[in-house]
């Protein structure tokens, strides 16, 4: 379910409420949310945190995310913010990290060429967060599990668009929840119409003040949400660990803990 209205000042803000699982069953409402930044929430989107009972915010973000954008969230001691990095997401780190040395004087033709060259793909760069991330994760389905029943036990996690990281975390807690591998990659492609315009061009215009110009791969890693991208990613997953319970457990997660989030996200 849409929440940009509710949560007033995000783009790509929902609830995972209402996702068809498997048996005819469907993902509680209330339980897990997923959201671009919270940074720019207005006085009614954080009084839409309060009205979802959400007791729990989860940043993805990196420090410097955090730094330059930091969560609005409501006074008190009602909400409870988890900083929890994963690293990859960020674009605008992650092609600074690939310029020459020397600053940001503009780039010659050979330079940005050889520049693409380094730039991961999108389903690339999702694997790569996958293989270092796995704590990460299984921390989210953690908290999922240990939030139900609570007076709020609404879970919101985040990252700058709301795409990657985000996108990722949404994937394994439905796939794990029961959810068809159609119904995931349908959520997950949400993002691209939430992010188009306004928003989108921001996203781009960290990345092209750096002094690179907007090439094809760029754009698709910064504001576009391709099936194929969490089609590898859980590809990825079931490969490696035989599913998404698989994976969480790599990260940490015990079988119990899997079994909770599991029964917490179908209510």
């Known amino acids: 379910m849409e929440l940009t209205s509710v949560l007033d000042g995000t783009h790509n803000a929902r609830d995972l409420g209402g996702i068809a699982l498997d048996g005819g069953a469907m993902v509680a409402s209330g339980r897990a949310f997923r959201s671009d930044a919270l940074a720019t929430l207005t006085p009614s989107g954080v009084q839409g945190i309060v009205d979802l009972r959400i007791g729990t915010v989860i940043d993805l973000r990196t420090d410097g995310e955090r730094l330059r954008a930091p969560d609005v969230l409501p006074t008190g001691d009602d909400v409870q913010l988890v900083d ?40 690339e760069l999702y694997v790569a967060i996958l293989q270092s991330s796995a704590p990460q994760f299984a921390r989210i389905a953690r908290i999922v599990a240990a939030s139900t029943g609570t007076e709020r ?20 807690l439905l796939a794990v929840a029961g959810a068809e591998r159609a119904a995931i990659v349908a959520d997950y492609e949400l993002t691209q119409a939430n992010l188009a315009g306004a928003f989108a061009d921001a996203l781009t215009g960290l990345i092209t003040q750096l002094g690179i110009p907007l090439v094809p791969r760029l754009e698709t890693l910064a504001t576009k949400a391709p ?13 490696n660990h035989g599913d998404a319970a ?15 989030v599991r029964e917490a996200l179908r209510g």
């Not at 985040?158 to 949404?170: I, P, S, V």
């Not at 099936?227 to 490969?239: G, M, N, P, Q, R």
């Open 246 to 260: 698989g994976y969480l457990r790599s990260g940490g997660a015990t079988e119990a803990e899997v079994a909770a």
């Open 153 to 172: 036990p609404g879970v919101l996690f985040h990252c700058t668009a709301g795409k990657d990281r985000t996108g990722l975390a949404a994937a394994l």
């Open 227 to 239: 099936a194929s991208a969490i089609t590898a990613a859980l590809d990825w997953v079931e490969a």
């Open 84 to 123: 929890l990095p994963i690293l990859g997401g960020a674009m605008d780190e992650l092609v600074a990290q690939l310029l020459p040395s020397g600053g940001q004087a503009a780039l010659d033709d050979q330079q940005v060429a050889a520049l693409v060259e380094q730039i991961p793909t999108l389903e």
